[in-house]
């Protein structure tokens, strides 16, 4: 049985390459069928949309309405997945607002079944706060997302919003419909024949057959990240910090709650919401954090990004530590400034000990490293000592903005892969690295071409997009020793 997709396309200049993402439907064996908006038309004709999927085109309320087999129910629920392909700023809006003023956004009111947005508009308007409050609605409400790359606009500005690529866009397709519809490369004539019974009896208001639930891509799977600095007491008022705001951690595992993980978040000292959806523990010190997380174990993936404390004091004072307050004499010289020595021991390890080999190591340990010079080296460095599986590293040396800041820029290290990430929102880098997760657990890395970053330099031709979407090599194996736990 063939999987089906609700295809809505949006209005904006990107539409006209929902062509090519219909040709790649079909050649893989997904039906389609699509519902136009009406900004969509004025973009690409409803006669080009309907050559190529084979099926009617639905454009408005009232003409579905008139047929008598079908209503917005139905068709809502007709298919494995509804996408939004472009999804523009105001039709994101209204789906994030539940407004229900036309077909496309009626569909999407209705239906019981996944959604996936494919964004594309302007930059000022997709980093306009208005629409990044729009997103965060979204993907509380389980919307998941592919895109957008950052390349050259229509309206020849640069930055992201760029609608992904075709391919891109199918591949995230792929991986969010059930696991029972595995890539099929050309579709059969009895995949077809079933596609079009399975129509059949959605327009005759009949039940699907067998119709297997569809699954998030962490759905079943757990999840600990580490998030934030750690305080090593001096004394009851005095301790050893850092300025991690914890930002890219919390991003992190908001999208993998987000993608239907168990998300269990150890953070240290931080000012953040706890994200929908995910269970937090508060620490203190390195050591709180290190007993949270093996009382967490066992869990599928660890992502340690907290900014662990490699040191603590060996004997943090019980009372607040005085220093001399002497007045010199008139007439005698002042007395010379007053020091403190303080006596340090080495905090533990938590990503190496995440990574140890054992009954309770995670299928998949990702390590961050902060660095401040000779970024790759140190990262090769501590990818093999730590012994994790995926290391991202960061440079936060004088003029970086990264921490506290809501962007980052990664080095991605596997084994066998070194990919430089451009400077991203850290929430755009929570959702690639929890879907680059996703693909690595459902196998879908093993088939997925490798990207030069999230956002490729020439997105109409380099296959390369969000990193979400086009992830790491193949298999735990292929991902050796990695990182540190220090971030952002």
Request: proline share 10%; charged share 20%; with cysteine.
């Given at each position: 049985m063939a999987a089906r997709v609700i295809l809505i396309i949006g209005g904006g200049i990107a539409a006209y390459r929902t062509l090519d993402v219909i040709r790649i439907l079909r050649r893989r064996g997904i039906d389609v069928t699509c519902v136009m908006t009406e900004a969509a038309s004025h973009f690409v004709t409803p006669?080009?949309?309907?050559?190529?999927s084979g099926e009617a085109v639905h454009r408005d309320l009232l003409?579905?309405?008139?047929?008598?087999?079908?209503?917005?129910?139905?068709?809502?629920?007709?298919?494995?997945?509804?996408?939004?392909?472009?999804?523009?700023?105001?039709?994101?809006?209204?789906?994030?607002?539940?407004?229900?003023?036309?077909?496309?956004?009626?569909?999407?009111?209705a239906t019981d079944k996944p959604v996936l947005a494919a964004p594309a508009m302007n930059v000022r308007m997709w980093e306009n706060p208005a629409t990044q409050r729009n997103l965060s609605l979204l993907r509380a409400q389980g919307c998941h997302f592919v895109g957008p790359d950052e390349g050259e606009m229509a309206c020849g500005e640069f930055g992201p919003g760029r609608l992904s690529t075709p391919d891109a866009i199918v591949d995230a397709i792929e991986a969010r419909l059930p696991r029972s519809f595995a890539r099929s490369g050309q579709a059969s004539a009895s995949q077809i024949h079933a596609g079009q019974a399975r129509a059949g009896q959605a327009l005759a208001g009949q039940a699907p057959a067998e119709r297997v639930p569809a699954r998030q891509p962490l759905s079943g799977?757990?999840?600990?990240?580490?998030?934030?600095?750690?305080?090593?007491?001096?004394?009851?008022v005095r301790f050893i910090a850092n300025?991690?705001?914890?930002?890219?951690g919390y991003a992190i595992a908001a999208a993998c709650a987000a993608l239907g993980a168990e998300v269990t978040l150890v953070s240290g000292p931080t000012n953040l919401p706890c994200p929908e959806g995910v269970r937090r523990i508060d620490v203190t010190t390195a050591c709180d954090m290190d007993a949270a997380c093996k009382a967490a174990l066992p869990v599928d993936a660890a992502i340690c990004t907290a900014a662990v404390g490699d040191w603590r004091v060996a004997e943090p004072a019980l009372q607040k530590r005085k220093k001399p307050h002497e007045k010199p004499r008139t007439g005698t010289a002042a007395q010379p400034a007053s020091s403190l020595t303080l006596t340090l021991v080495e905090n533990p390890d938590i990503l190496a000990s995440l990574s140890r080999p054992g009954p309770d190591r995670p299928a998949l340990v990702v390590g961050f490293a902060a660095e401040t010079e000779a970024l790759e080296s140190h990262a090769r460095e501590k990818r093999q000592r730590k012994g994790c599986d995926w290391l991202l590293a960061n440079d936060v040396g004088a003029g970086s903005s990264v921490f506290g800041g809501d962007r980052n820029t990664i080095l991605f290290l596997t084994a066998t892969e070194t990919t430089l990430?451009?400077?991203?929102?850290?929430?755009?880098?929570?959702?690639?690295l929890a879907d680059r997760i996703a693909a690595f657990f459902s196998g879908h890395i093993a088939r997925t071409r490798h990207s030069a970053?999230?956002?490729?330099?020439?997105?109409?031709?380099?296959?390369?997009?969000?990193?979400?979407i086009d992830p790491a090599p193949a298999s735990p194996g292929d991902q050796s020793p990695a990182g540190t736990a220090e971030t952002r």
């Open positions: 006669l080009s949309v309907q050559a190529l003409s579905l309405a008139e047929d008598s087999s079908m209503d917005h129910i139905a068709l809502s629920r007709s298919a494995d997945l509804l996408v939004l392909c472009p999804a523009s700023a105001n039709l994101l809006a209204r789906m994030a607002h539940g407004l229900a003023d036309d077909l496309a956004t009626t569909l999407l009111l799977r757990s999840v600990l990240v580490t998030a934030g600095p750690t305080q090593e007491p001096i004394d009851p300025r991690s705001s914890g930002r890219q990430w451009p400077e991203l929102p850290k929430a755009t880098i929570g959702r690639a970053s999230p956002t490729a330099a020439d997105p109409e031709t380099d296959p390369a997009t969000d990193p979400a």
